[in-house]
């Protein structure tokens, strides 16, 4: 499996724009202070992703195998049905920006180093799926995130990382006995090649989320995934 490295990526987060996201009037103590930590995090963010590129294969109705590796879920084996390639991606705020974080102290402090990491997770996200979507010559791409769905549950993250290889090593991640992924802000998923659109949180019916990016449309399940 071809696999490219996006270690380079810049952190361009503009930091009045953080500000006001973090509800920190300017010309008062928060904004001088959230400014001297904004520039201490500014030196340690190094965002970072990887991807491959390999064919899918179906093998039943609810497995798939990406270069030799399988996994169960009905919903990513239909959804990259077509095209028969998809794009395994992970992506971080880097290490060194988490062991900066880990520096802080008050609760206050600790909120917008959270903060500030999240917007380097960003970076790392928008970087990877632009150069995705230049190197399909702007092809609409979607994604599946392991646990994201119950259909596609937390435990298939092992499987994800072993297909990945030496990737997250190189750009400083690695995944935990308990399935949790370090640095804490990180992703990971599966890219594919997707006209019409997909969102995991159109299968999901949990409430109030405040993560969510599309609404449930009961019934897409049946729709579109059931096995007939």
């Excluded at 953080?18 to 190094?46: N, W």
Aim: glycine letters at 8%.
């Amino acid at each position: 499996m071809e696999l490219i490295l996006l270690n380079t990526i810049p952190f361009h987060v503009a930091e009045s724009g953080l500000m006001e996201l973090l509800r920190i009037r300017p010309e008062t103590k928060a904004a001088s202070d959230f400014s001297l930590i904004f520039a201490q995090a500014g030196k340690a963010a190094r965002p970072m992703a990887a991807f491959g590129v390999a064919e899918s294969k179906t093998l039943g109705e609810d497995t798939v195998e990406i270069n030799g590796v399988n996994f169960q879920s009905r919903v990513l084996r239909v959804n990259p049905d077509k095209a028969g390639v998809v794009f395994p991606y992970i992506a971080t705020c880097g290490p060194d920006l988490e062991r900066w974080s880990e520096s802080m102290t008050g609760t206050l402090h600790k909120f917008w180093a959270e903060a500030i990491m999240l917007t380097a997770l960003g970076c790392a996200v928008n970087a990877l799926e632009s150069h995705l979507k230049e190197r399909l010559g702007g092809t609409a791409v979607s994604a599946m995130n392991p646990g994201s769905l119950e259909d596609w549950p937390i435990s298939e993250q092992a499987a994800l990382f072993k297909l990945l290889g030496d990737a997250p090593d190189k750009i400083g991640m690695r995944l935990t006995d308990t399935l949790v992924i370090r640095p804490l802000k990180s992703v990971s998923g599966i890219f594919f090649i997707s006209e019409d659109g997909f969102s995991s949180c159109a299968l999901c019916p949990r409430k109030n989320c405040q993560l969510r990016r599309a609404p449930y449309e009961p019934g897409l399940y049946e729709k579109r995934y059931a096995p007939r």
